[in-house]
T-cell receptor, first 115, second 114 residues
Framework: GAGVSQTPSNKVTEKGKYVELRCDPI?????LYWYRQSLGQGPEFLIY????????DSGLPNDRFFAVRPEGSVSTLKIQRTERGDSAVYLC?????????????FGPGTRLTVL | AQKVTQAQTEISVVEKEDVTLDCVYE???????LFWYKQPPSGELVFLIR??????QNEISGRYSWNFQKSTSSFNFTITASQVVDSAVYFC???????????FGAGTILRVKS
């Protein structure tokens, strides 16, 4: 079966521009997560969805970051007025349910470079 | 607050050596979950194991084994008879009692040389 997919795999943008990163979770998974991984670091939690609603967005660094999951499947992470410090790999994961012991399946990530 | 510490930044071993990756965690939750993930050069995180805080039994899966010690807040990972294909970054992670966000350590780079 298909795993978690993310598009684009690479995104290069200029400082100040708007970007959208897309995540397609495993079919039937109700929980979806976004993490950010900077070079040499472990992934850092950004936000997670249970169905269509954001259950925890405490990891979003500021109001330039926003994510949606309108139909409870595909999710889009949106970053406004990008800054060089936003450069990182953005990882998406999904799990069958929102229980904390559930395995999260990760996608390949989107490498964002802000020039 | 939750925290995971992987003190070993990088480990190099020669093939067939055993290697242990250390993980120490901090949490005030009485119920929590611990995970290990592998991130090969391709970049995609691969789930290896999950333990809950009630189960301190050690686990073995092939060449992999895990030692969970609540008394020292540690969840160490041992690879026996390492192989070149084990070369990757290994992450230890903690999931709290409530909420689903994984808190990751900084990772340990494992290099296995032939």
């Amino acid at each position: 079966g298909a795993g978690v997919s993310q598009t684009p795999s690479n995104k290069v943008t200029e400082k100040g521009k708007y970007v959208e990163l897309r995540c397609d979770p495993i079919s039937g998974h109700t929980a979806l997560y976004w993490y950010r991984q900077s070079l040499g670091q472990g992934p850092e939690f950004l936000i997670y969805f249970q169905g269509t609603g954001a259950a925890d967005d405490s990891g979003l660094p500021n109001d330039r970051f926003f994510a949606v999951r309108p139909e409870g499947s595909v999710s889009t992470l949106k970053i406004q007025r990008t800054e060089r410090g936003d450069s990182a790999v953005y990882l998406c994961a999904s799990s069958a349910t929102a229980y904390p012991n559930n395995e999260q399946f990760f996608g390949p990530g989107t490498r964002l470079t802000v020039l | 607050a939750q925290k995971v510490t992987q003190a070993q930044t990088e480990i190099s071993v020669v093939e067939k050596e055993d290697v242990t990756l250390d993980c120490v965690y901090e949490t005030r939750d009485t119920t929590y979950y611990l995970f290990w993930y592998k991130q090969p050069p391709s970049g995609e995180l691969v789930f290896l194991i999950r333990r809950n805080s009630f189960d301190e039994q050690n686990e073995i899966s092939g060449r992999y084994s895990w030692n969970f010690q609540k008394s020292t807040s540690s969840f160490n990972f041992t690879i026996t008879a390492s192989q070149v294909v084990d070369s990757a970054v290994y992450f230890c992670a903690l999931s709290p009692q409530y909420g689903n966000k994984l808190v990751f350590g900084a990772g340990t780079i494992l290099r296995v040389k032939s």
